[in-house]
């Protein structure tokens, strides 16, 4: 085997067990401007994390190479990383789960269409963009990126886990003007299914996001009802969902510390970890080889579980939840695919709720505008009126704020509208009882 030679010598060095974590990609992306190739770029890569204990500590290293040499540097680099470690985390390399699901995420007729075809599509959307409405002035560009993925695990006590995906996307970027402001918007389609590209409906996405934000009004500063769009909810529902990693509780640093079978949110909310679905995201293992398994964290508003990797699932004496992802060499506690189960009203039956109040497209400055302690924010969004139960017209720039745990306890009812995205979190809208904007 390629890596046997970095396994020889952990053992010669003493290093009582061990495993590598080997990310292989190849990848293809060029943009169109003005019906021209802008950029072009096609490049191979390869990512090794070694880890290994020596005295029941661990240590690390890293190499975007591999050959006999680069093996006895990660030895040396692991023997002397694990004399500097302090602290006294459990050192775990897993030997195996019973069984892991089988999981066929590799398209092999997406690398089989000619470069010339996405070329050629990417070019129609762009045409097809500036003969949409006259108030199209511009596009930004069309971007297309494609990538091939390939995961592998193995370790010192026999375990190889191996897994290949690939996925591409194509972005469109519009940029619209009514002579006073200039808007942009964005549509974008993700798959790995190259014949389900759907060039329309990339198109209006793009269009329809730019013209719909012309003839903003100032919003007047006051606490609205609200449609939060799936854009929103999602980044949202993740920093709720952190709140759930068994390492965060274990530093007292989690607002759902002490919370399990207690309720955190609306009866409304059930939120679920689904590796196991047949999507882009899915997976059989996490990063430390653990099988992976659907799971519910928030059942009707109740946290069922907190999420564990190996070493806080020794610290708390339970099984891991298959919850182990790198953060570099480290290993951090993250779902693989959160899943907030839809409910049964379409947007505009929850307009139609709403009556009068506002719908929030997007947010941003989510990492400065929110104090995860708290559950305080205070963010930059996007949005419209709604009256008499329908959209009318768009704001300008506004603020909105609150504390996050409020937010989804005021939650009044779930769309059905759930909007794949680039993001493993899949969350359709919801309406919310109140939320702080601050506008004029």
Request: proline share 2%; net charge negative.
């Amino acid at each position: 085997m390629k890596y046997d030679k970095f396994f020889e010598l952990a053992k010669e060095r003493g290093i009582e067990e061990c495993d590598l974590a080997i990310g292989e990609e190849e990848s293809l992306s060029f943009s169109i401007f003005h019906g021209e190739i802008d950029e072009y770029t096609a490049n191979n890569s390869l990512g090794i994390i070694a880890r290994g204990i020596i005295n029941g500590k661990f240590g690390t290293a890293t190499s975007d190479y591999y050959d006999n040499e680069i093996a006895e540097k990660l030895v040396d680099d692991i023997v002397n990383n694990a004399r500097v470690i302090e602290n006294d985390d459990p050192s775990i390399i897993f030997e195996g789960s019973p069984k892991y699901k089988r999981i066929n995420l590799f398209n092999k007729e997406l690398g089989d269409v000619p470069t010339e075809t996405k070329i050629a599509d990417a070019k129609a959307i762009e045409e097809k963009i500036r003969a949409y409405d006259k108030r199209i002035v511009e596009v930004g560009a069309v971007e297309y990126q494609e990538e091939v993925s390939k995961r592998t695990i193995i370790n010192s006590k026999g375990l190889k886990l191996t897994s290949k995906s690939n996925s591409f996307v194509m972005f469109a970027y519009a940029v619209a003007s009514d002579g006073k402001v200039t808007k942009n918007g964005i549509g974008y389609q993700l798959d790995n299914d190259y014949s389900k590209l759907n060039i329309d409906k990339i198109v209006k996405e793009a269009a329809e996001d730019a013209l719909n934000k012309l003839g903003g009004l100032p919003a007047k500063t006051k606490t609205y009802r609200a449609v939060l769009d799936p854009d929103v909810v999602r980044p949202l529902l993740d920093v709720l969902v952190s709140y759930a990693s068994s390492e965060d509780v274990q530093k007292h640093s989690s607002l759902f510390e002490g919370k399990l079978d207690k309720q955190v949110a609306s009866k409304h909310l059930t939120v679920e970890d689904r590796p196991l679905d047949k999507t882009l995201f899915a997976s059989s293992f996490d990063d430390e080889g653990v099988a992976t398994k659907n799971l519910t964290i928030i059942k009707n508003g109740v946290l069922k579980t907190y999420l564990y990797d190996l070493r806080t699932a020794k610290k708390d004496g339970v099984e891991s939840t298959g919850n182990g992802y790198r953060a570099g060499a480290a290993i951090g506690i993250a779902p693989t695919h959160l899943v907030l189960k839809k409910g049964r009203l379409t947007q505009e039956q929850l307009f139609a709720k709403v009556k009068n109040g506002v719908y929030i497209t997007s947010v941003t400055g989510l990492h400065a505008g929110l104090n995860a302690r708290s559950g305080n924010f205070s963010l930059q969004a996007e949005g419209f009126e709604i009256k008499d139960g329908k959209i009318d017209h768009p704001f300008d720039i506004l603020t909105i704020s609150g504390n996050i745990l409020e937010l989804f306890n005021d939650i009044v009812a779930v769309g059905n509208d759930a909007k794949p995205s680039f993001s493993s979190t899949l969350t359709p809208s919801i309406l919310i009882k109140k939320i702080k904007v601050s506008g004029q």
